[in-house]
């Protein structure tokens, strides 16, 4: 098996990683390997497109629920060689 040494590894992730492994039973260096292991498995199984990582990543909460809004009637293309529109100049006073 390979050895991985982290250095400048802050006070507070430290912490952190070993309040997390107390909760599981673990010992630190289990729970780094655990988490490592977990977030690579995770990596390889991101999907293709945007719309499927987003859906992805809110799953574990519960996903989200977006109201869309009622679609309107589309408008007439514009006639060519009619102006839809008027153009005022101003004279010089």
């Known amino acids: 098996m390979a050895s991985l040494t982290i250095r400048k590894l802050d006070e507070r992730t430290k912490g952190r ?31 293709g497109n945007l719309a499927d990582a987003i859906r992805a990543r809110f799953r574990p909460l519960g996903g989200v629920e977006l109201r869309l809004p009622a679609r309107e009637p589309m408008r007439e293309p514009p006639k060519p060689g009619k102006r839809s529109f008027s153009i005022r100049t101003c004279s010089p006073s």
């Open 17 to 47: 990683l070993r309040v997390q492994a107390a909760r599981h039973g673990r010992s630190m260096e289990e729970e780094a390997r655990t988490l490592l292991r977990t977030l690579l498995a995770e990596d390889a199984a991101v999907p």
